[in-house]
């Protein structure tokens, strides 16, 4: 039986050029643009290449946010039982089947507008109390220890600097300058921050840097956290840093820490580690100089986000729980998890046009 659904989620740089002399411009976007808003179409397809008596569906959905929002409606159509949001923090949509192989197709339209941080804008407030909302992103979970081994590095990294602004950019550009992208790691890496610096093997992909970011941070009392979400287009700045319109295997991870006394602010220092393996090239490089300013503070938004949860449960509760992270599609048949890493045994399918 196939069904159609429609789900309503929401009403709805100034930046220079950052090319080395080793890469050609996608766009020749030298001055700041008065309208940086980019459209996609995006079509996520699922058939699960396993059949049982009961299939399972959790798929992350872009949240609204001011630099993000739907312009249409959610519109899913397969062979489900049921389809709902199951949990509106993590905007999560959850599918069942019954003795099929399940297909899933969801479709929405999205805008996005670049987040610049204006520095001479930004406050630091010590005396800001913090509510639940923001304090829970001090706290470790099973991947992000704050103490021990952690904390000895937050410490010695930002040792004599004072000021959280100033320690979050001491943090942010020692793990820009010192960590290298790893290809062979599954996905988008486990993001197990403590041992990875116990490892010293400092190298993985972009949830694995970031979660080194994030934990670092935490363990010195800033507030941060993962981003997950996909990437949705071409970048202007570097092809690494953007997508084709097959964004099956896109999904990325960024960051944020909460200044207090004026907000959360982006940063990204797992596509610096990116740009400079898939250029060949080092620190000293001009270019990768002023990627790695540009990407405390601001996000180029050729990607869209999900969620920032890690170590959670998922809503109805699954087979796998707690589950690391919600960046890729999560499923099940007859209690056994598919692997979602995966796409061509899972079997799944993104598509991503800018209009």
Known sequence: MKRRTFLTLSSAVAANTLLSANE?????????????????????????????????????????????????????????????LSDFETNS??????????????????KTHD?????????????????????????PSEHIFTSGIVKEYALKITKGIKGDLEKAKAIYDWVALNFTRDESVIGCGIGDAKAILESKKLYG??????????????????????????????????????????????????????????GWIPCDPADVA????????????????????????NWEMCWCEFNTKRDFVLIPRPAQAPLNNFGYVYAEVDSNTIDYYSPNEFVYEYTSKQI
């Open 24 to 84: 050609t411009p996608l766009v020749n976007n030298t001055q700041a643009t008065k309208d940086d808003s980019k459209e996609y179409i995006v079509s996520l397809k699922h058939n699960l290449s396993e059949l049982g008596e009961v299939s399972k569906i959790w798929l992350p959905l872009p949240k609204s946010r001011s630099y993000q929002y739907l312009t249409s409606d959610i519109v899913n159509s397969g062979n489900y039982n049921e389809i709902y």
């Open 93 to 110: 949509l959850y599918a069942s089947f019954s003795n099929v192989k399940a297909e899933l197709i969801t479709q929405f339209s999205i």
């Open 115 to 139: 987040r610049i941080t204006d520095f001479s804008k930004v406050n630091f407030n010590e005396n800001e109390k913090l509510d639940e909302s923001i304090a829970q992103y001090l706290k």
């Open 205 to 262: 992909k972009c949830t694995d840097i970031s979660s080194v970011f994030v934990a670092l941070l935490r363990s010195i009392n800033i507030p941060a956290r993962e981003c997950f979400g996909i990437r949705l287009g071409a970048s202007r700045f570097y092809a690494a840093m953007g997508s084709k319109e097959n964004i099956t295997k896109a999904q990325h991870c960024r960051a944020e820490f909460y200044l207090k006394g004026y």
């Open 274 to 297: 990116k740009v400079k393996l898939s250029l060949n090239l080092d620190n000293n490089d001009s270019g990768i100089q002023k990627l790695r300013e540009f990407q405390f503070g």
